[in-house]
């Protein structure tokens, strides 16, 4: 017998009041009124339970927006390109659409356009390491891409540590020394040298495994060590079979290929044009799920650029991300001392980067780079009020 079926017969059948129903059921008054009322209207068709679905949604997704996602989905995952919740989020933002990644996580489920992974290990227990600064570390590799003939060419790229930017990406025959030392050049005339470069030990990236070769007390490197030791730039390898430490770049080519297999290319100049057009995507289109969904480009011109700069260079930038606390102020340490820069409550619990240049100290906000506050520290005060 069903629920409402034994608090209506209480009533009707053995006489007792709402209240006596409610106390015995552990139900409420108003639910056996509501119940008694509607077997006065309708009949033993009251016994049946009623679906709690509302007769209107006012906040669902119409059907329109609905295909667009699924379709949106398809296209994404037939051009070889990232296609999760966040990266239709952006795309639809663009068309003037706004609708929640969880949203469209849950309609693509329900389309079944999402595949099961297994449990995979948490973000949270991850320690990332990344740059401070633009172009405070360049991270370099090449890989193996096949045409469709069975030809076998390498496509060599310079990533941004701190942004993700893909600095350079370029496809080759081969990949020689000579084509390390070129593409570097190129890269650093377009955007600035590096303070570092982080490399595998490959031949054409460095000698220093090799007989004779860096760091074996008889040779003095190859074209690119030496190019680097000329311009101030520390050299940085990983690990001998411990590819992980070039994570970002290794990262990178599973990104690549996964485009490439979509549009496979006939030949040389047709793969560099498929490269020249996903780099542009993958800069300025494609939110990247390290930077806060932000695009590399945006990330890469949104802090002053690291230099080659001595270590004795007063000229030196510092950075710091920081959260502002309840009370508006964050923390620096200067000269020495520990300084409070009060930069408002308006602002509480606002993700900022503090750039700090001598005695001149900048707050702008992670997420837009806008400007805070401009302080002139002055480390005989605890308290430092912004400039203005």
């Not at 009041?17 to 209207?41: F, I, P």
């Not at 068709?45 to 007769?55: G, K, M, Q, T």
């Not at 690549?256 to 057009?277: G, I, M, N, V």
Request: net charge positive; hydrophobic share 35%.
């Amino acid at each position: 017998m069903a629920k409402n079926e034994i608090l209506i017969k209480a009533v009707v059948v053995q006489g007792l009041s709402y209240g006596a129903v409610a106390a015995r059921y552990g139900v409420s008054k108003s639910l056996v009124h509501k119940l008694h009322h509607r077997w006065l209207r309708e009949g033993d068709a009251a016994f049946e339970e009623r679906s709690r679905r509302p007769r209107s949604s006012p906040t669902r997704v119409p059907d329109g927006v609905r295909d667009r996602i699924i379709a949106l989905r398809d296209a994404l995952v037939r051009d070889g390109l990232d296609a999760g919740a966040d990266t239709i989020t952006t795309h639809l933002a663009a068309d003037g659409i706004h609708v929640s990644r969880t949203t469209i996580w849950r309609i693509l489920t329900t389309a079944q356009r999402v595949t099961p992974h297994p449990q995979k290990r948490p973000r949270s227990s991850w320690h990332r390491f990344t740059a401070d600064r633009p172009n405070e570390l360049w991270q370099s590799d090449f890989t193996h891409v096949t045409l469709t003939d069975g030809t076998d060419t390498e496509v060599i790229g310079w990533i941004d540590d701190h942004s993700r930017y893909l600095l350079h990406l370029t496809a080759h025959h081969r990949v020689t020394g000579r084509t390390v030392t070129n593409t570097f050049t190129t890269t650093a005339h377009e955007h600035g040298h590096p303070a570092a470069t982080l490399t595998d030990n490959g031949m054409v990236y460095t000698t220093r495994l090799a007989r004779g070769g860096r760091g074996r007390g008889d040779g003095a490197g190859n074209a690119f060590e030496t190019l680097l030791a000329t311009l101030g730039i520390t050299q940085k390898n990983g690990k001998p079979f411990k590819p992980t430490t070039q994570g970002k770049i290794e990262r990178f080519w599973q990104t690549l290929k996964k485009h490439l297999d979509a549009h496979p290319a006939t030949s040389l100049t047709e793969l560099q044009t498929t490269l020249d057009r996903f780099r542009d995507y993958y800069n300025h289109t494609r939110p990247h799920r390290a930077l806060g969904r932000r695009t590399p480009a945006f990330a890469y011109q949104l802090i002053p650029k690291a230099a080659p700069t001595p270590t004795n260079d007063p000229n030196i930038w510092r950075v710091r991300y920081d959260t502002i606390d309840n009370d508006g102020k964050i923390t620096l340490r200067h000269h020495g001392r520990l300084l409070h820069l009060g930069i408002g409550r308006a602002h509480t619990r606002t993700d900022i980067i503090c750039l700090v240049h001598n005695d001149d100290a900048t707050i702008i906000t992670l997420d837009t780079g806008e400007l805070l506050a401009e302080f002139t520290l002055n480390p005989t005060k605890n308290y430092q009020r912004k400039n203005g």
